[in-house]
């Protein structure tokens, strides 16, 4: 069975910083795509940043402030998120695509984990 779990989430003051982590587990295939999205209440689930074998992506709204990397050994991708804002509260969850598309791909979510930035 595969999962996808996240971890690093909590609350931390504006200008902090917190590590997401997000592992697969459980398939052979491989790996060809990693990304982060978030969801704030109200608001439809946005493209944070993502990570292939070729290029790492971010949205405007967190590029120099956001770092994504990951561990291929560990099936591991990371989110460093630094000078953190309260628009930045949000549910993050990370979609891992495995296989080769489209007849043998697979996209997997996490069910994500809860960042809240606040005084």
């Known amino acids: 069975q595969v999962q996808v779990s996240e971890s690093g989430g909590g609350l931390v003051q504006p200008g902090g910083s917190l590590r997401l982590a997000c592992t697969i587990s459980?398939?052979?295939?491989?790996?060809?795509?990693m990304g982060w999205y978030r969801q704030a209440p109200g608001k439809q689930r946005e493209f944070i940043a993502s990570?292939?074998?070729?290029?790492?992506v971010y949205a405007d709204s967190v590029k120099a402030r956001f770092t994504i990397s990951r561990d291929v050994a560990k099936s591991t991708v990371y989110l460093l998120m630094d000078s953190l804002k309260p628009e930045d509260t949000a549910a993050y969850s990370c979609?891992?695509?495995?296989?080769?598309?489209?007849?043998?791909?697979?996209?997997?979510w996490g069910q994500g984990t809860q960042v809240t930035v606040s005084s």
């Open positions: 459980g398939t052979t295939l491989s790996i060809w795509f």
């Open positions: 990570i292939t074998d070729s290029r790492t």
């Open positions: 979609l891992v695509r495995v296989g080769v598309p489209p007849l043998n791909g697979f996209d997997y």
